[in-house]
């Protein structure tokens, strides 16, 4: 397994950008699945965006054309750009990741599809 420590969070104004960082320990990050989810007050914890080991990206639908994830496998880490951020964005951010691979990318939209979490950091965006 991997551990995942996640930096970057803050308070922003709507309209501006954020970049999350998740740096993971281990020497086999590359082989990892990578997801960012978020978890606003009262709200159940939503996907967000998700790489595969080969690049391939996955976003949700809420966060299209503003979010962006990528993957430094040099240096052990995930980002998630993000920006003209929203009220709505407003949430604590978790890192995850899965050494599992599926055929559909949707498993990767699940909680459940991931073994590794970090322990989140926080991103309020003011109106």
């Known amino acids: 397994q991997v551990q995942l420590v996640e930096s970057g969070g803050g308070l922003v104004q709507a309209g501006d950008s954020l970049r999350l960082s998740c740096a993971a320990s281990?020497?086999?990050?590359?082989?990892?699945?990578m997801g960012w989810f978020r978890q606003a007050p009262g709200k159940v914890r939503e996907f967000v965006a998700a790489?595969?080991?080969?690049?391939?990206?996955y976003v949700a639908d809420s966060v299209k054309g503003r979010f962006t994830i990528s993957r430094d496998n040099a240096k052990n880490t995930v980002y998630l750009q993000m920006s003209s951020l929203k009220p709505e964005d407003t949430a604590v951010y978790y890192c995850?990741?899965?050494?599992?691979?599926?055929?559909?990318?949707?498993?990767?939209?699940?909680?459940?599809?991931?073994?590794?979490w970090g322990q989140g950091t926080q991103v309020t965006v003011s109106s």
């Open positions: 790489v595969r080991t080969t690049g391939s990206t």
């Open positions: 281990g020497r086999t990050f590359s082989s990892y699945v």
């Open positions: 995850a990741a899965t050494p599992r691979t599926y055929y559909s990318g949707t498993y990767y939209y699940s909680n459940n599809a991931y073994d590794c």
